[in-house]
């Protein structure tokens, strides 16, 4: 086992991709074995493809690139620009209320922060925030989108908990708002020191604000569509991404009339690469996945991690601490394809409920994509604003503070999270 | 001859993938008008691997799988080409060897029937040494750039982004 996690931090320290990586130190366990047949190896890369739920990857990837192409992602920044450019940090409010907004369409942080990256961005270093706060402002926003329904790192949490990803969805909404409180809260602090000024001098007429809302009707009105889908029995949470790419398509179509026959084959070829990528990651861990279960490793972790403390909340304080140090070196998805299998049993038995924990895991776990030195999402913004990681670093302290203070209160009021889910489902 | 190939693998990976949204959707919207379709979830989940090796081959031959070039990137262009060259070694081995027993997992599978369609559950398999080996032959022939050019044989160089990913 030991052999295993020194073979994949190597491999992937050395730059192999992560897919290959994850699917070699698996691989070894099976050749070093002996006595475990390598057909069993195999058997786990088609296994992890035949869960009915990782459907859910494909669709909402999919749902994302068509939403793009429908003219859907450039009416939500037009609504942004409407209702908060007013205010101190004009646009780095934008940033952070259209990732809220997106968060209703699109599944990935990355996705998000890129495309906040390219449009927003240079518009914001050209009228004098500081390429660190602009970055930060943008990476540690998208954050928000992963949060809010729907959500890939939601979905994988589930797939591998065996926890109800309706329950999942609706429990990321409260939480993902209160991420955009928060670090609207920080953005208004920090612009007001160094006079970043409004973007518009005045606030929006009604009118303004009215006709904004009513142009983006469509993309706003998505998360609600889904939860009647679930809601009316009519698609199981399982299928509701289906719904999601048809909504896209008919939007497309017959409402904005902007979606051609060209930029749907585009969308579906950008969604074949980006299921490629992410389900090779996904696929290639299923043999991992078999050597920790064979070595008995979340027996043992959770022997160990009870012995420590019997008190529920000091457990989960230290595996929430211990999945934000991990994240610093390890993508997102790849932990939470290893850990939820460890650690939801721990956190069931302690009596807490496995949303709750998802949403918290997921949050912390994706934090990671936006700190160095192993974040995904804090290198593509930089690399497309070209700013330093150092100077990234520096600005973005005060925004991760206050989404670690975001977390810190979701953990100690379970209720907040587990409002909606109970309410509704 | 090889572009067109490639083409061709694009195109049906495309078309895979829109006909696991339809029969997704269908699926659903017939169960609730009461006409239920067992079927097309069963073939959704067949198609869904093949459509998950076909992109992971474009991936990589576009190299845009993510990896961590954190503390490689540092490093002269001399030895860090060597670690490439030595990688891309590496993970033939691996993939071939995932083929072979792949190949002969396949054989075996030929007689289970997958859920209640009737379809044997070796279409399901067989995608595992496919893709394997798809991803071997790519990988060999970025290998192939790579001594002939000293590029890198798992990352672009920086000045190709890729723009289309929302992956970035």
């Known amino acids: ?425 | 001859m090889s572009h067109v190939l490639i083409s061709a693998e694009f195109l049906l990976a495309k078309l895979l993938l829109a006909a696991i949204v339809v029969l997704v959707f269908i699926a659903a919207i017939g169960r609730t008008l009461g006409y239920p379709l067992i079927w097309s979830i069963d073939v959704a989940q067949l198609l869904f691997i093949w459509v998950c090796f076909l992109g992971a081959n474009r991936a990589m031959r576009l190299k845009a799988h993510i990896g961590v070039d954190l503390f490689v990137r540092k490093l002269p262009r001399t030895p860090r080409w060597f670690i490439e060259i030595g990688l891309a070694l590496l993970a033939l081995a691996f993939l071939v060897a995932l083929a072979v027993s792949g190949y002969r997992l396949t054989v075996l599978n030929w007689q289970r029937v997958y859920g209640d369609s009737g379809i044997s559950y070796a279409w399901v398999t067989a995608a595992v040494p496919v893709g394997a080996a798809l991803l071997a032959v790519t990988i060999a022939i970025n290998l192939v750039h790579a001594l002939r050019t000293r590029s890198l044989v798992f990352y672009a160089d920086r000045s190709a982004e890729r723009s289309d990913s929302q992956l970035g």
């Open chain 1, 1 to 425: 086992m030991l052999m295993l996690w020194g073979l994949f931090f190597l491999l992937m320290f050395l730059g192999l991709p992560v897919a290959l990586a994850i699917g070699m130190s698996g691989f070894s366990f099976f050749v070093f074995s002996g006595s475990i047949p390598l057909g069993i190896g195999v058997q786990q890369i088609a296994t992890a493809s035949q869960s009915f739920p990782l459907l859910a990857v494909p669709f909402f990837v999919l749902a994302g690139h068509m939403m793009n192409k429908t003219g859907i992602t450039h009416r939500l920044i037009a609504c942004s620009n409407v209702l908060v450019s007013w205010m101190a940090g004009g646009l780095a409010q934008v940033c952070i209320l259209l990732s809220t907004l997106m968060g209703g369409v699109s599944g990935s942080a990355v996705a998000d922060a890129a495309m906040e990256a390219r449009i927003l961005g240079p518009d914001m270093i050209r009228r004098g925030y500081s390429k660190g706060f602009t970055c930060a402002a943008i990476a540690v926003g998208s954050l928000i989108t992963a949060t809010i329904p729907p959500s890939l790192g939601l979905i994988l949490y589930g797939f591998v908990g065996n926890v109800s990803i309706g329950r999942l969805f609706l429990a990321g909404v409260i939480p993902g708002l209160l991420m955009m409180a928060a670090l609207m809260t920080v953005v208004w602090l920090v612009a007001r020191k160094r006079g970043y000024h409004s973007a518009t001098k005045e606030l929006p007429t009604g009118r303004a604000v009215w006709r904004a809302v009513v142009d983006a009707k469509w993309a706003l009105l998505f998360p609600v569509a889904l939860l009647f889908g679930i809601r009316a029995g009519i698609f199981t949470p399982s299928e509701i991404g289906a719904f999601a790419v048809v909504y896209a398509v008919v939007v497309g179509v017959f409402l904005h009339k902007e979606l051609t026959f060209e930029s749907f084959m585009e969308a579906l070829g950008e969604g074949v690469l980006d299921v490629g990528v992410i389900m090779l990651i996904i696929l290639l861990s299923g043999m991992v996945g078999y050597a920790l279960i064979f070595e008995q490793a979340p027996q043992e972790v959770a022997e160990w991690m009870l012995g420590l403390s019997q008190n529920p909340l000091a457990i989960m304080l230290l595996v929430l601490l211990f999945l934000l140090v991990a994240g610093f070196f390890v993508e997102s998805t790849v932990l939470v394809l290893l850990l939820t299998p460890i650690f939801v049993p721990i956190i069931t038995k302690l009596g807490v409920d496995p949303v709750h924990f998802g949403i918290l895991m997921m949050s912390i776990v994706t934090l990671g994509s936006m700190t160095p030195p192993v974040g995904v999402a804090m290198y593509t913004v930089c690399s497309i604003l070209d700013c330093s990681i150092e100077e990234y670093l520096v600005e973005s302290l005060p925004f991760i503070a206050a989404i670690l203070a975001v977390i810190g209160f979701l953990a100690l009021f379970p209720g907040v999270v587990l409002f909606l889910p109970n309410l509704l489902m």
